[in-house]
């Protein structure tokens, strides 16, 4: 059977968009936007990130880039695991935190009925999905509580097995399991998705007997939402992530040119950059669909923990990094808009447009002695979303303000695949142009560090005198 | 029968606190942090700002400082009419959009079950609460298909009984019930929340024949969640919305002072003023709890809407407004984190810590041959997220970044009661430090028009011809 995703046409038909029209001087006036000549500027800068780029890449060090083609296998072999256990399990619960759960998120919120949970006819036979992403007692306990752990599959998912939270979540999740349906229920109540090679995550699937993913070691956790991580909840969930990754790969494809003006997510990344560079570091996303608004989600985790860093690729300390602020529309107009319109040139809008929405909605007549409210009657929410986001864009355009489009012909698998791909690779080149490693996250550290020795971990007993020895609080200073 | 919020020691028990001590030099270093002259400074003008948040209550326009007094009986009222409906509808719909859904969402999150629609026996009876809160067709549409009408209740949320959104979404409430249920049904299936002077809304709802709630004239959207708009979906869920007022009233009490350095609300405000002053423009609120995260999304409507302000009193062109950001804890620790310690020093954090969470849930022993999973059995997730909080904390001051925490002593009605209340007067406060008009929302203006415009409202057709005459788009600039 031939997939749509095989088809030239429908591809062509499904391509996302950029639009970068009012990042310009033409649109949004000359004191804050940019020109031809200030991106042609960039070109020379853009060739060298490109090329550096592929030779990263030829060396196997952006793994991310090769999930496309890597991970067509394993999509079908995830598949026919989930098809296989279909009926069986009432929830799949994802246990992780950050790059383990945010693409699960947000495929779930991109691709799913937007009542899921609550909605059986809807799910039609597949699993409740629970990400609970944190390690929070009340909301972990109430989950527990809430389910029967004899129809719940866990997926404990962490690369290096070494995730505080999310092994807290295991070990608990597991001794309620074990308590409820005996020890041998564990391998059938738990998958393992980790490194394939260290850690203590891989040791403990294999002596449980756990059904196991791998996560490449080349994949860190931002950037592994095509990995197992972000595929097997998707296709327990009816999700079709073959053509997610279709999507990335037709993507990729678009964008393997170095030239600024045809490759969006370059282009993207090197007006953010501008625009931070240029006293603008705050970049909003903005989808007017409410189904988009985990992937600015994920989008916040892969651009600040990817641009944030305190050195060069030198060592010199430069502290860069702009901060993405996720917002929705059209929620946000009546909540962030009045700041963004009226307040400091200190941000980038990049919306998110939809041109078919899944559903169509009429807005019903009524009141039709009422002008002020009959108007409305006749329209469709369609219309009013799509209208909202047009007249939100001209007016901040209208009043200086930087903003972009990202524009999704339908939100599906393959437009999505797209997306998350776009601005992988944007933050990667992104990186090359503020000339740090965007794929690291040294800054983080320091806290696990207090943490664990103050949890009694093994060979962190200096961190735990030294966070023991830190400064009182004064007193007069808490009111 | 005495409530508890009546016992002054149970009320000193619950205050909730702020903590500046890493605001200034001693703790986070000279270059960034303050000194007490810095805060000393700024007292003369606390003084006249003081004097005139006093004189505009006085001249009653700042009605949100009337509440915890002039809502207690109608809070009564409330709670009885909810009371006498327990049992008959199985759901609650708020149509809303901004002020009147983010506070039904912060109140239900911060003080429900954390599976509050998916648990029967945590609800108790009451019903399912949802709050759509935008007007995605896809999203609509679903809910619509998803609730039995015979047993939902909708509470149309609008001062001015002009909101497109929220109109837009009764309209098609409506028409489905009277399909479904007859003209008749409209009266038990509709609550209005408006203006009782003025607009549509109320209008209709008395036509309808609804039940009618009003929103008192001098309080705007964001200022709005202690009066019926954010009472009435609390009360029907079972929240206690007289100890919510006994808050409020509390921190009013607390906060009736001049005095910078007693006056919580206050010295707040001054600390993130002189921080946004100093290139500091983003405050982050940081909760490490998953009740609260709806509470920092609450604050971000409020600070940025109310501060983000093209002009001052005086008329002058000013564009201020720092930019609120929610995170959660530990969640962001894994996404935000990394940024927040190594990138530029333009941020503030304020975490929110909670003293006794409403659950404890230990972390369950655990292969105890593999140390670094072991250690984590025996605490509890009370302990993991608190040391967390505490860990990054430290390691955040000692990289020389402002963060600031507000304690929690409990999640509850009374502790949220006072939040609002704080952060509503540090909202007014800060006003008068910027010089604006905290209080309006003239940005979001010429969105609206232009949206009035295309959809064909009277009055607005010259908005739409501007709509039509916008400039095309230079297609060379959509990839």
Redesign the interface.
Known sequence: MTKRYEDASWKESMRI?????NM?A??VGEEHGYTKADVDAMQEKAKVAHKSIKAAKEAGNLGFMELPESHKEIAKEIKEFADANKGKYDNFVVLG???S??GNIALQTALN???Y???DE?RNGYPRLFVP???????????L??LDLSRTVFNVISKS??T??T??QF??A???VVEELGEDAVADHFIATTSEHSG?LI??AKEEGMKTYYIPENVG??FSVLTPVGLISAAFTGIDIEELLAGAAYMDQICDTDEL????AY?NAALQYLADQDGK??SVMMPY???LKDVADWY??LW??S????VNRAGEVI???P?P?KA?G??D???????????????VVTFIEVEK???????????ED????S???G???????T??K???E???T??NRLNCTVTFPEVNAFTIGQFFYMYELATAFAGELYDIDAFN????E???????G?????GFTEKKEE?DA??E??S????
């Open positions: 968009k950029l639009d970068v029209n310009f033409e649109n935190i950050g790059g759960a945010l009925h937007p009542y949970n609550l909605n809807a992403d944190n390690v929070d007692p009340t909301r972990l306990k109430g989950l509580e809430t097995g070494g505080a939270e092994m807290s070990l608990t597991r001794a309620k203590n040791k403990i956790g931002r003006w045809s490759n969006p282009l570091p705050m669909a409410h189904d916040r985790q600040a923990e641009l944030g860093k305190k502290n860069v990094g901060t602020v929705l059209a929620t107009q009546h909540s962030q808009v009045q700041l963004y319109m009226e307040g400091p040139f200190d941000k929405y899944k559903e169509t909605l009429e807005i019903a007549d009524g009141y009422i002008s002020g409210v108007y409305l009657g329209h469709t929410f369609n219309e009013l979303l209208v909202e047009q007249a939100t001209l007016a901040l209208e009043n996250q040294p800054g983080v320091l806290g696990k560090q207090y943490a664990y103050v949890l009694g971990r093994e966070f830190r400064p609080k004064n007069d200073l808490i009111l």
